[in-house]
Structure formats: C-alpha cells, structure tokens
C-alpha cells in the first residue's frame, strides 16, 4: 500500500503562490500516474492536474496557466505548484495515484485558503 503525505497548505492573498508536495513511500515510476484533486466547500471534487508516469500532464481548464505539476523522482516526491491564486482556488488538496488507470491511493489533505 503507497502512502501519500501532502505539505505546503497554508493561507495565501489573491495573487500568491503556493507549492504543494506530495511525498511518497515508494517510487512514484512504480505508479501508473500521480495527479492533485482538490474539494471546495459545498462543491464537488475536481481533478486539477495529472501526470503519467512517462510525463505527459493534463490540468482542469481552471487552473490551465496557473499551476505546474511536477516530480522529483530521487525523492519521491510530486508538486503542484501554484501561481496568480484566486479566491475560488480555495479547497482542500488531495494528493492521489494511479494504477490501472484507477486513482486508489490517496494523501490526508491539505487546507489552501486564499483570502485578503
């Protein structure tokens, strides 16, 4: 079972930025895809961005500009970084991989607020 522990939340103005990592216990190459989902308050989960093992990256339109998925594979690590942030970015950030095609392992969470 892969282990997922997201850092880099916090509280950030209109017009920051933040870095999210997600660190996990085993090689992320091992894993089909790791991507970053996020839930607002009262809103459904959305898939923001993703990255195959291979490297190719997808990201929702609302985000398409602003944030960069990354990977540092010597530290098993995955980022979302995060740039011209709005008040509608404000969620909670899941750190998430893939195998088969199916997200299965999943991080705690981390709280993004982005507020004046």
């Known amino acids: 079972q892969v282990q997922l522990m997201e850092s880099g939340g916090g509280l950030v103005q209109p017009g920051g930025s933040l870095r999210l990592s997600c660190a996990a216990s085993e090689s992320i190459l091992n894993i089909n895809a790791m991507g970053w989902f996020r839930r607002a308050p009262g809103k459904q989960r959305e898939l923001v961005a993703t990255?195959?093992?291979?490297?190719?990256?997808n990201y929702a339109d609302s985000v398409k500009g602003r944030f960069t998925i990354s990977r540092d594979n010597a530290k098993n690590t995955v980022y979302l970084q995060m740039n011209s942030l709005k008040p509608e970015d404000t969620a909670v950030y899941y750190c998430?991989?893939?195998?088969?095609?199916?997200?299965?392992?999943w991080g705690q969470g981390t709280q993004v607020t982005v507020s004046s």
């Open positions: 998430t991989g893939a195998r088969a095609y199916t997200w299965i392992y």
């Open positions: 990255m195959r093992s291979a490297g190719s990256t």
